[in-house]
């Protein structure tokens, strides 16, 4: 009876805890979501479809890049092609963390699918120890709050753009949030500065695969970084 006392309660706290750090990414998911929403209504998507999305898709960028070439008419291969190229970013997300997954193969697979920026900005901010405990609650929290703001930007419709303009715009503050905060808890600026560095030159050399192109330019920094560095050696007391 302890004994399972306290599982229940170590899982209570866990998602307590997960609620916790999820809620920063609130602030910044819920008028993005509601934007996209909005933003979907206006496109002329049903709001059984802009719901689809956010479940089944559940990639803000990807989602936002979606909705123009809806409009357009373009093949599913062509947006296919786009919303993966969009998302290549999450393969690199994955590595540092696999080692945090949960045990159970089905939490596994969603806490991989469930893995945006802002849920990795969160993960990578907590120790190794704490990261495995609650990778599930914050995924999911955070994916609650993207698809209730799905929802009342899909009900209220165009009618919230015309009092709100540029709500989408609540995105970028949540990444400029999430920096900051990674860069308390890292204590580094190299990282910034690689990302201004590559966005910079990614600007130089493209405007259609502009993220993309920044991301492998990153990639290909963050590998110079780690080849120039020094291992500091340990003192032996």
Known sequence: MTISHSITSDSTHQWRKGLQLSLPV???????GIAFGVLAQVAGLP???C???????????A????????????????????????????IFYALPLLSSLPTSKLARLYCLFALT??????????????????????SFFNQCWWVIATLIGALMGGVLNEWIPHLDFALVCLFAVLAYEQLKNVKS???????????????????????????VICIVFILLSG????PTKRTQG
């Open 26 to 32: 609130a602030m910044g998911y819920i008028p993005a």
């Open 189 to 215: 600026v190299l990282p910034i500065v690689i990302a201004i560095i590559s966005l910079l030159i990614a600007m130089q050399l493209t405007a259609d695969w502009l993220l993309l192109t920044a991301i």
């Open 227 to 230: 080849l120039f560095t020094v």
């Open 47 to 49: 709001v059984w479809a």
């Open 117 to 138: 920026d802002e849920t990795f900005s969160v993960m990578t901010s907590l120790s190794a120890e704490q990261r495995q405990a609650v990778f599930v609650p914050v």
């Open 63 to 90: 989602q936002y890049a979606c909705l123009p070439m809806l409009s357009a008419g373009l093949p599913i291969l062509n947006i296919t092609t786009n919303i993966g190229a969009i998302n290549m970013r999450h």
């Open 51 to 61: 719901l689809f999305m956010s479940i089944l898709l559940y990639a803000g960028a």
